[in-house]
């Protein structure tokens, strides 16, 4: 029951309201509550008895209540860290993992090219495509994505982060992209199957299921890109894909059967089978 006029220090501790639904449900209060005052953390520790007025406690308890019911935390706030930029997200996207970092680690490894071409597909929030043109501002970096509502997400969020070396487009795929050729080609596509049983758990529920559910055990769109990347890749272009941690050998395999070579596989900190790399070397012509 929420107190008639809470101070921050009581309101803390209604963080075991979450305990059945978060594994840092004090950490999710103490976001919620900066959220609502619009203050650091620091704050929370500094003035812990201040107390709130009447609208802002009813605000923190209305979220506090959704998060109680499962919904995340980056829906709450609307926002969401990643490569230590700050994302605005919203429902039509995948909230931005910590494990899509090594995505993005092993590009920044993969190409040494000091002005490269990369396309980002299935951008979302333009996470990956972002933290590239954070680290490689040479780059020139195309991110498209499906979702109408994601695209628009994706360049608010270039707008206010200034990257202008990214260009966000709508497309299915390479489906309205016109013929080019790129460096580097990086991917988070869906690769869940529709009869995980992960679907109705956690954060997950409240997720876009077309971001998350790929056909054929989770691994059509990966078919379709691994099928339709070498036209868009120059001779010694590389081609990236996040995956399921039991999907590598199958990537692997899908990448072989496509002509890739130096086919190679990153794991993340769980050391878990993460991200799968393939190398196009262009047949040569005959004489």
Not at 20 to 49: G, I, M, N, Q
Not at 88 to 105: K, S
Not at 180 to 185: A, G, S
Request: net charge negative; hydrophobic share 40%; aromatic share 6%.
């Amino acid at each position: 029951m929420l107190q008639d006029k809470p101070t921050i220090a009581e309101l803390l501790r209604l963080a075991s309201r979450l305990e059945a639904v978060s594994d840092s449900p004090r950490l999710d209060v103490e976001v919620l509550l900066c959220h609502v005052l619009d203050k650091p953390r620091s704050y929370l520790f500094t003035w812990p008895e201040k107390i709130l007025d009447q609208k802002t406690a009813q605000y923190f308890n209305d979220l506090l209540q959704r998060r109680a019911d499962g919904e995340p935390i980056a829906y709450l706030t609307g926002q969401k860290e990643f490569w230590s930029l700050s994302l605005e997200v919203n429902t039509t996207t995948l909230i931005p993992r910590p494990d899509t970092e090594l995505l993005v680690e092993t590009a920044l490894q993969a190409m040494a090219k000091s002005d490269a071409q990369v396309l980002d597909l299935g951008t979302g929030t333009g996470a990956i495509a972002l933290a590239l043109a954070s680290e490689r501002q040479q780059w020139q970096i195309m991110a498209v994505d499906l979702v109408p509502e994601a695209v628009a997400l994706a360049e608010k969020n270039r707008q206010r982060l200034s990257l202008d070396n990214v260009r966000v487009l709508r497309s299915h795929w390479f489906k309205d992209i016109a013929p080019q050729k790129f460096d580097l080609i990086v991917t988070n596509p869906p690769y869940i199957d529709a009869d995980d049983h992960h679907l109705s758990e956690g954060d997950v529920r409240f997720e876009p299921s077309s971001a998350l559910v790929s056909a054929h055990h989770g691994l059509a769109d990966i078919e379709i890109i691994i099928a339709g990347a070498k036209p868009y890749l120059r001779t010694g272009g590389f081609l990236l894909i996040e995956h399921g941690y039991q999907q590598a050998g199958a990537v692997r395999t899908l990448l072989q059967n496509e002509g890739f070579v130096s086919v190679s596989t990153e794991r993340d900190i769980a050391g878990l089978e993460r991200v799968s790399t393939g190398c196009f070397q262009r047949s040569p012509q005959p004489l």
